[in-house]
């Protein structure tokens, strides 16, 4: 016979939603310098990761270090982040604004793509939270193999982000940091899901075998 798992009951959610905001939260302070913005996501998909995987987060010391060891190649990803963030979003305040020619339609279809290329960038944090927050470019080759084989996983993704921005302009400011930890987790669900019988990728593989991968 085999034992039967414990069921989960409210505590456990509660617990499970508080360590996800408390998550958010430190990715936030961890981002204040901007240019750390990317070593922080990295950190906090790995901690995700570790979740999924082991079922306990990872201890505090294992976070710090991977953070220390995500922040070269991570600065140079958080300036390349942020000054795409900056340049797409002067797009669409002109086009929004009546600036730039185009109207509603091309507004609409530079949301689209704006919206596609987040959840792009969605499932290159998922993918480096596999190799312990490190191998960006590694994770961003996975990625764009993910959006090109499973198209719906991109457009979930791109959903999720789209949501979390909508939501990010409704709420207070104080809980906005709040939202990154379940845009997060919510991106990792989204990436583990496939169709059943549906083989790993081979470059899921190639990831999970070289966890701190850089």
Known sequence: MTAER??????????EA???????????????????LAPAVATASAA???????????PVRTSLARFGRALPAGAAVSA???????LLAADLLALATGRVPG?????????VVVAALLGYAG???VAVGRTGGRGWRSAARHAARTCLHRPGVWAAAAGTCALAT??????????????GGYTLAALHAVDARRPAGAPEPA????????????
Do not use: F, Q, Y
């Open 48 to 58: 995700l990761h570790d979740r999924s995987v082991t079922g306990s987060w990872p």
């Open 203 to 214: 470059e899921a593989r190639d990831l999970a075998i070289r966890p701190e991968a850089s």
């Open 103 to 111: 109207g509603g339609p091309a507004l609409a279809v530079t949301a």
């Open 123 to 125: 499932l290159v944090a």
């Open 80 to 86: 390349v982040a942020l000054a795409a963030v900056v």
């Open 6 to 15: 414990p069921r989960r009951d409210w505590r456990d959610t509660v617990a």
């Open 166 to 179: 909508l939501l990010a302009a409704l709420v207070t400011p104080v809980a906005v940091p709040i939202l």
């Open 18 to 36: 508080a360590d996800l905001a408390l998550l958010g939260l430190a990715v936030a302070v961890a981002a204040l310098p901007l240019l750390t």
